[in-house]
C-alpha cells in the first residue's frame, strides 16, 4: 500500500470516526430539545420555519459551494494560490449583495410563505409562525460564510474543520437549551443556531487565512466565477426539487394535527443517521470511480460495478429498514421519551419514522443511480426526474396522509425516492444499453428467508422482554447476524466477496 493510499484509507476513518461521533452528540442534542420541549404547537412553528430557511440555503448557497470545490481545486492547480484566493473572494462578493435582496423578498412573502406551511393554521397559530420565520431569516445570510469556508477546507483536504459545525451546533444548542429555556422557551434554539454559526464561521476565518489572502477583486478578472454559477444552475434546479419536497411534508403534517409537524423533525434526526453514516460514505466513493469508468468509456464496468453496489446497498439496507420499522417505537423511546416528549409524541414520531424506514433501500439505491447519470454529465435528466418524483409525493402525501397520518406523509418520500430510482434507471439505458432493473430481482427475491427469520426473531425479543435497550439491542445484533448468515449460504456475489475480504483481512492479521 502506498504513502498516498495510507493517507486517503486514514484520512476517511478520521472523517468517519468525527462523522459518527458528532452525530452521536447530535443524539444528545436531539434527546434534551424532546425533553425541553415534547411535540408542541409552539415547536411546530420553529421546524417549519427553520426548515424552510434550511431549504431556501441548501437550494441556493450549497449548489453554488458544490460548483465551487471542483473549479477552485481546477484553479489552484492550474494558475495557483493567489488566482485560487482571489476565486474565493469573487464568490463571497457575488453572494453577499444578493442576500439582502433574498431577505427583502422572503420578509415581503411572508404572509404568502407562512400560508404554504401552515395551510390549516388558525390566526394565532399562523402569527407564531411568522415570528419565526422573521427571526430565521437572517440566518440565510450566516450560511453563506459556512458554505464557502467548508467547500474552500474540504477543496484543501482540511476536512476535520469543516466537520466540526456539527459540533458547535450541539453543543451550543445543549447549553442554551439548559440556561435559556425559562426565560426564552423554544427561542432558545434560534439564540443557539446565531451563537453557534458566529463560532463556527470565527474558526472557520482563522483557518481559511492560510489559504486565502482576503480582498476586494473585479469579476472580470476571475473568469472562474462565471463557470462556477453556470455550473450550479443545474445543481441549483435539481436541489429545488428536492427541497420542495421537504417542505411539501412540512406543510402537510402542520394540518394533521398539533406536534405532527416536529415529530416529522424527530423523525428525519433518527433516518439522517442511516442515510448520512451508510449511503452517503458509500455512494460518494462509487462517484469517484463512476467518473473514471466514464471518463475512460468504459461502460461496461461502470455498469458492473453500479449493479454490484446496488445488490450490495439491497442486502445491507433491507434489514435496516425490517429493524427499523418493527423497533420504531422502541428506538423514539430509547433516544427522545424524557422530560415533555410523552406517549403521544412516542407515537406520532413512531408513525412518522415507519414511513421512512420502508424507504431506506430506495434511498441508497435512488443515489446510486443518480450519480451514475452524474458520471455521464447529465445534470438535467435527474433534474427532469425530481419533479415527476415530487409530484408524485405530493399526490401520495395528501391521499395517505388522510387515512394513516404522519406515516403517509412519510411513506410518501419513500415512493418518491423509489419513482425516482426507476426512472433515473431508464435514462441510464441511453449510456448503458445493456443497463436493465430486471438484473435486481434475484437479489431481491434472496432476501426473502432472511426478512422472515428477522421478523420472527424481533417478535420473540417483543415477547420476551420488557426493556426497549434489550429488545432493539437484541434484535439488531442478534437479528443483524442471523440475516447475513443466511445471505451468506444463498450465494449472492456481493455477500460472498465481502466475506472474502474479511477472511484475507483476518489471515494477514494472524500471520504478523
Excluded at 24 to 36: D, E, N, P, R, T
Excluded at 323 to 346: H, Y
Excluded at 368 to 387: E, H, N, Q, V
Amino acid at each position: 500500500m502506498t504513502k498516498k493510499t495510507k493517507s486517503v484509507l486514514a484520512t476517511t476513518v478520521m472523517i468517519a470516526c468525527m462523522t459518527l461521533s458528532f452525530k452521536i452528540l447530535g443524539f444528545v442534542k436531539q434527546s434534551v430539545i424532546a425533553y425541553y420541549f415534547g411535540t408542541t404547537g409552539e415547536t411546530d412553528a420553529y421546524n417549519l420555519a427553520y426548515t424552510f430557511v434550511g431549504t431556501m440555503t441548501s437550494a441556493l448557497v450549497r449548489a453554488i459551494s458544490i460548483s465551487m470545490v471542483s473549479i477552485y481545486t481546477h484553479t489552484f492547480i492550474q494558475k495557483g494560490k493567489d488566482a485560487a484566493s482571489k476565486l474565493i473572494c469573487a464568490c463571497l462578493e457575488f453572494m453577499l449583495p444578493i442576500a439582502p435582496f433574498i431577505l427583502l423578498l422572503v420578509y415581503m412573502l411572508t404572509p404568502v410563505i407562512a400560508k404554504i406551511l401552515g395551510p390549516a393554521y388558525t390566526p394565532s397559530e399562523t402569527a407564531v409562525l411568522k415570528h419565526y420565520l422573521y427571526i430565521c431569516y437572517p440566518l440565510f445570510v450566516f450560511s453563506i460564510f459556512t458554505m464557502v469556508g467548508t467547500a474552500l477546507m474540504d477543496s484543501n483536504k482540511d476536512f476535520a474543520v469543516s466537520r466540526t459545525e456539527s459540533f458547535f451546533t450541539s453543543t451550543v444548542t445543549i447549553i442554551c437549551c439548559i440556561l435559556l429555556y425559562s426565560t426564552q422557551a423554544v427561542t432558545s434554539l434560534v439564540i443557539a443556531q446565531y451563537l453557534s454559526y458566529f463560532l463556527f464561521i470565527t474558526l472557520l476565518f482563522i483557518r481559511s487565512r492560510r489559504y486565502v489572502n482576503f480582498q476586494f477583486v473585479r469579476f472580470k478578472d476571475v473568469p472562474e466565477l462565471k463557470v462556477i454559477l453556470t455550473a450550479a444552475l443545474p445543481v441549483f434546479i435539481g436541489n429545488s426539487v428536492f427541497q420542495i419536497n421537504k417542505i411539501v411534508d412540512g406543510s402537510i403534517s402542520s394540518s394533521l394535527g398539533e406536534g405532527n409537524a416536529t415529530a416529522l423533525a424527530y423523525a428525519i434526526v433518527l433516518e439522517d443517521l442511516v442515510i448520512n453514516v451508510i449511503v452517503n460514505n458509500v455512494v460518494d466513493v462509487l462517484y469517484v470511480n463512476f467518473s473514471n469508468y466514464a471518463a475512460e468509456g468504459n461502460t461496461k464496468k461502470l455498469s458492473e460495478t453500479m449493479t454490484s453496489a446496488v445488490n450490495a446497498m439491497i442486502c445491507i439496507m433491507a434489514p435496516i429498514s425490517i429493524i427499523t420499522c418493527l423497533c420504531a417505537t422502541e428506538i423514539v423511546t430509547i433516544v427522545f421519551k424524557r422530560g415533555q416528549f410523552d406517549e403521544t409524541s412516542v407515537a406520532m414520531t413512531s408513525a412518522a419514522l415507519i414511513g421512512y424506514g420502508v424507504g431506506f433501500i430506495s434511498a441508497g439505491v435512488r443515489d446510486i443511480a443518480s450519480r451514475g447519470l452524474y458520471a455521464f454529465k447529465d445534470t438535467k435528466g435527474p433534474m427532469y426526474t425530481g419533479f415527476f418524483a415530487v409530484a408524485c409525493n405530493v399526490f401520495f402525501s395528501i391521499l395517505l396522509s388522510r387515512y394513516i397520518g404522519i406515516m403517509g406523509v412519510t411513506l410518501a418520500s419513500s415512493i418518491f425516492l423509489t419513482v425516482n430510482f426507476i426512472i433515473n434507471s431508464f435514462i441510464l439505458k441511453k449510456y448503458i444499453p445493456d443497463y436493465s432493473l430486471l438484473v435486481y430481482i434475484p437479489v431481491l427475491l434472496k432476501q426473502f428467508p432472511g426478512a422472515v427469520v428477522l421478523v420472527l426473531i424481533i417478535y420473540f425479543f417483543k415477547n420476551t422482554f420488557n426493556s426497549n435497550i434489550l429488545i432493539f439491542g437484541l434484535s439488531a445484533v442478534v437479528g443483524l447476524t442471523m440475516y447475513f448468515v443466511i445471505l451468506t449460504f444463498m450465494h449472492i456475489n456481493e455477500i460472498t466477496l465481502i466475506k472474502e475480504k474479511l477472511i484475507a483481512k483476518l489471515q494477514i492479521k494472524k500471520d504478523r
